[in-house]
């Protein structure tokens, strides 16, 4: 269910120029998609100063950062970017959110999915993420409804057999609350937390931008989200 982030850097990789003579950005691109952050970040910044317009540079920077591990310089990067960005703002919530749920702020994280997912209803790894922020805010109802709408999104994900084995178990451990079954809650709260404990560390395994996410901004596909 919970996953590293998976930066598709082979997407873009093949129709980059070489670096003679390219630009800043296009260097910085280069490296970025080569996964090579501290050789990408100098790159990246001098192209941010010739050209703070340009919004993949934040989105770009905004990870290179968090790779790098200052958290709080990727949030700044990416607020940045939410002032002079129209086509990436999603993305960009999107990834402040990770920042804080790689943090540990998980209502800040909340919102920031919540941002995302209220300008892109079909951001399905916005949804999962939630959910992921809403189990560890014990926000369960919240996290069945994100989940319940991941699989929706994407119902072929190879994660959707734990998935699911969460939502029946967050389902049920509800049903024995009502009851006030304490037994049973705390029976569901064990077999739930084997599950859980078999997924790598949700802090880390948060879903990030991808270099594909941001190409399909250009060819979008519309998913209607079922009742």
Do not use: H
């Amino acid at each position: 269910m919970l996953r590293r982030a998976a930066i598709v850097f082979a997407v873009l990789a093949a129709g980059l120029p070489a670096f003679g003579g390219s630009t800043f950005f296009q260097r910085g691109e280069a490296l970025f998609v080569q996964n090579q952050p501290r050789d990408a970040e100098p790159l990246l910044e001098s192209a941010l100063n010739d050209d703070p317009s340009n919004e993949k540079i934040y989105l770009y920077l905004g990870i290179v950062y968090q790779q790098l591990g200052d958290l709080d310089k990727a949030v700044d990067i990416l607020k940045r970017g939410l002032n002079v960005s129209t086509s990436y703002k999603d993305l960009m919530y999107y990834n402040i959110g990770n920042d804080m749920f790689a943090g540990k702020k998980f209502a800040l994280a909340e919102q920031m999915y919540s941002e995302a997912l209220g300008i892109n209803k079909n951001l399905a790894d916005g949804y999962l993420n939630r959910a992921n922020a809403r189990l560890q805010l014990q926000s369960y109802d919240g996290a069945v409804e994100d989940y319940t709408v991941f699989l929706q999104l994407q119902p072929q994900d190879p994660q959707r057999p734990r998935i699911e084995e969460v939502i029946r178990l967050l389902r049920q451990m509800k049903d024995a609350k009502l009851k006030q079954q304490e037994e049973e809650i705390a029976r569901q709260k064990a077999l739930m937390n084997d599950v859980l404990s078999s997924l790598n560390n949700a802090g880390d395994d948060t879903k990030n931008l991808s270099v594909e996410s941001i190409k399909a901004k250009n060819d979008p596909v519309n998913v209607d989200i079922k009742d």
